[in-house]
């Protein structure tokens, strides 16, 4: 069984679930067409369908669509004897006053299918009956495998219709917030609308003015004597002489290399 096909069904039946209350264990009607096709290709229903839907299903039937089976003769011996597995729904239909399996299907899902029926049929005719009804899933086997159809136009629509509905809210809901909401002056809503102040510059865009620096002061508020530059007993002569010792031992030295 195919992952995307398992997917594409998992979507579908979420689809039904969520907007028409499609619940577990699955309620699967089934008509001799589909278990005829079954047969002639060997698909083991019981042992398929809760593979396919992933989850419990519960194969149904209806004594119309046996008695139709059983007056086609041999041709409809095999389908007849899968449907005699499954349970049969009472449909209301005496057995005298029998009727055909799309008319007996039909009446049983009604006009907006509240036992939550998925029907299994090859029927073209029926399958045509049951789109024009919402939310009715269709089964039907094609190329050897059973196969969910996507939902019917009238269904999407249906859907569309419920979820608006909900994003609406009932009208007692809509009283109650009416009741929540303050009572609006109408001369208010006539005056004119109030002139917006001047707002002043952003002080996050404002350039900061340079700051400059202050005088060091003590803690008892006298300001703070600027610091004397400690110098050298040598540097202290020498600046005091005004360099006249060391212009004479220059000289001293000088003549003393001449003799």
């Known amino acids: 069984m195919k992952v995307k096909r398992v997917k594409q069904a998992k ?12 619940r577990k264990p699955y309620q699967i009607l089934i008509d001799g067409s589909f278990a005829h096709a079954a047969l002639k290709m060997k698909i083991n ?15 149904l039937t209806t004594r119309c669509a046996c008695l139709e089976l059983k007056s086609l003769g041999p041709p409809g011996y095999g389908a007849l004897q899968i449907l005699k597995q499954y349970d049969e729904r009472h449909c209301g239909h005496p057995v005298a006053k029998a009727r055909p399996t799309p ?24 399958r045509k009956r049951l789109r024009q009804l919402p939310g009715v899933p269709i089964l039907l086997i094609t190329h050897n495998t059973i196969v969910l159809e996507k939902p019917a136009g009238l269904s999407m629509q249906k859907s569309k219709e419920l979820l608006e509905s909900k994003l609406a809210g009932s009208v007692a ?18 005056s004119a609308p109030k002139r917006k102040r001047r707002k002043g ?10 700051l400059t620096p202050a005088a ?3 803690r008892d508020g006298t300001e703070l004597k600027k610091k004397r530059k400690r110098m050298r007993p040598s540097q202290r002569k020498s600046s005091e002489d005004g360099g006249e010792p060391a212009a004479a031992a220059t000289a001293a030295a000088v003549a003393s290399a001449g003799d």
């Not at 229903?45 to 194969?59: D, F, H, S």
């Open 11 to 22: 979507r579908i039946i979420a689809f039904y679930q969520q907007n028409f209350g499609l």
């Open 45 to 59: 229903i019981r042992e398929q369908l809760p593979k396919y839907l992933g989850a419990e299903v519960q194969c």
């Open 103 to 126: 008319d007996c299907i039909t009446s049983l899902i009604g006009e907006d299918n509240r036992h939550h029926y998925i029907v299994a049929t090859q029927d073209d005719g029926l």
């Open 173 to 190: 809901e809509k009283e109650s917030l009416k009741r929540m909401k303050p009572d609006a002056d109408p001369a208010e809503g006539d």
């Open 201 to 210: 510059p952003n002080p996050l865009a404002c350039k900061r003015k340079k």
């Open 216 to 218: 060091p002061a003590m």
